[in-house]
């Protein structure tokens, strides 16, 4: 079974680490591919705020106004060529490992291609705003700005934004696949542990549950209910007599001189004449009917729907419970002295049942033991 657990929990161990490195991997690369896209689109949108600042240099009256749209095209211009720089060269801190990919960089580098057409944008543009504001209407690098920026230019680097989108949509479908075979083994793996660890712990659980159960209930010498659960039970089958209006009994049964037997043949015989007293109660004790050991000598019988078979019961489990029994050769006879007492004429809960049961059966002890006595009361005694 040990060596179960160890192949499991190793496979289990294999998969949280398969796990994590894989949505480790997808999220860096999601990361790094959310900047390139990002990226991408920001060099678009500054490829087009170079031209929308370009005319404004010339548009705008107030020199005020000219002046910070200038400032603004360099800034564009500057952001562009990184964006730009960054994309087209594979730089780490925005491209994740091994890109742009092939299909990208191809774009970027063919004859004509993107880095072609940028590189001639930036230059003209620079080149138009090193002559400040002092440039008209009709200037040949604000032409170029003016007509390239928003055509071919916009266009070639839709494509590259697209490319990139589309690249990124099959690097995540890489992943989405990884994840798919380790959830599969994830799978396998948890039907692995719950055959070859849960199920057996589960029967274990339930078997181990059930003896500490059983424990709980059980005198352990008898193998009769023990106290606890005499009570219980009979305080159960009390309440379903008090509804259905049924009667029953409660026997308060005691093994004669017991204390003697200790004394002259020591505690193992005694032990042997209680599991013999207890085997006969469990022979003799009718269909329904409830016996438990109280502790000591003291055992108890409850009896339901007792009615006039009550007594002829009483006699035969009287009789049954004297006997001789050979001790290592000593023959010792066992006698047992009952006191009954009937639900509900001498009690209504268990307790009071109990309690009337055992002066009866003081009432026998007195009168020289070996016999029974029913519980006798004044109605207005009854508990």
Do not use: C
Request: proline share 5%; glycine share 8%.
């Amino acid at each position: 079974m040990r060596a179960r657990y160890l192949i499991v929990l190793t496979i289990l161990g294999a998969y949280f680490v398969a796990s994590y490195l894989v949505l480790h991997a997808a999220f860096e690369t999601q990361r790094t591919m959310l900047r390139v896209v990002f990226m991408s689109g920001q060099q678009r949108m500054y490829s087009q705020r170079i031209a929308m600042f370009a005319d404004a240099v010339v548009a705008r009256r107030d020199p005020d106004a000219r002046l910070q749209a200038r400032r603004d095209l360099e800034s564009s211009i500057d952001t562009f060529t990184a964006a730009h720089r960054a994309l087209a060269s594979g730089d780490p801190t925005v491209n994740p490992p091994g890109w742009p990919p092939p299909s990208v960089r191809a774009m970027y580098d063919s004859n004509p291609g993107v880095n072609a057409q940028v590189r001639d944008y930036i230059a003209h543009a620079r080149a138009f705003d090193a002559r400040g504001t002092a440039v008209r209407i009709g200037d040949p690098d604000l032409e170029y700005v003016l007509t390239v920026g928003p055509g071919p230019l916009l266009n070639s680097l839709d494509a590259i934004v697209k490319q990139y989108n589309a690249e990124t949509r099959q690097a995540i479908q890489k992943f989405e696949y990884l994840q798919a075979m380790i959830l599969a083994l994830g799978l396998a793996t948890l039907g692995a542990v719950y055959f070859f660890i849960l199920a057996p712990m589960e029967r274990a659980i339930r078997s181990r549950t059930a003896d500490l159960a059983y424990a709980a209930s059980t005198d352990s010498l008898t193998q009769l209910p023990n106290r606890r659960a005499f009570t219980d039970r009979v305080t159960e089958a009390i309440a379903g007599a008090s509804r259905s209006g049924r009667r029953g009994a409660i026997l308060m049964i005691d093994i004669d001189r017991f204390k003697r037997v200790n004394d002259t043949l020591g505690h193992a015989a005694g032990d042997r004449v209680q599991r013999e007293f207890g085997a006969r109660l469990a022979a003799n004790v009718r269909a329904g009917e409830l016996a438990g050991r109280l502790g000591g000598d003291e055992f108890a019988v409850y009896a339901p729907d007792a009615s006039d078979g009550l007594e002829a019961f009483v006699t035969r489990l009287h009789d049954a419970l004297t006997f001789t029994l050979d001790i290592d050769g000593t023959p010792v006879t066992i006698s047992t002295s009952i006191g009954v007492a009937r639900f509900p004429d001498d009690g209504l809960t268990i307790d009071a049942l109990l309690s009337n049961a055992d002066r009866a059966l003081y009432e026998v002890k007195n009168a020289g033991r070996g016999s029974v006595r029913y519980f006798q009361a004044p109605p207005a005694a009854i508990a």
